[in-house]
């Protein structure tokens, strides 16, 4: 791989900002179990989320707003 491949993949590689969140990404940002955000799901009370292949992610835009409604 050349220099301008390399540089050009790290540059095109999403943020941790730009990327979706795991369940222990979601767990970690609201400290609560990631049973408890499996639970929330089943009963359509958390965050909302997607299936992306056989893993679930969410949308931090979405977790954050799911949160300044739950503050409000």
């Keep these: 791989m050349t220099l301008k ?8 590689a999403p943020s941790l900002s730009d990327r979706l969140w795991s369940v222990q990404d979601v767990s970690a940002y609201l400290g609560v179990p990631v049973e408890t955000l499996y639970r929330w799901r089943k009963n359509r009370t ?11 992610r969410y949308d931090p835009v979405d ?3 799911w949160v300044r409604a739950r503050v409000a």
């Design 46 to 56: 958390g965050p909302p989320a997607a299936r992306v292949g056989r893993h679930l």
């Design 63 to 65: 977790v954050r707003a």
């Design 5 to 12: 491949a390399t540089v050009s993949a790290i540059t095109d």
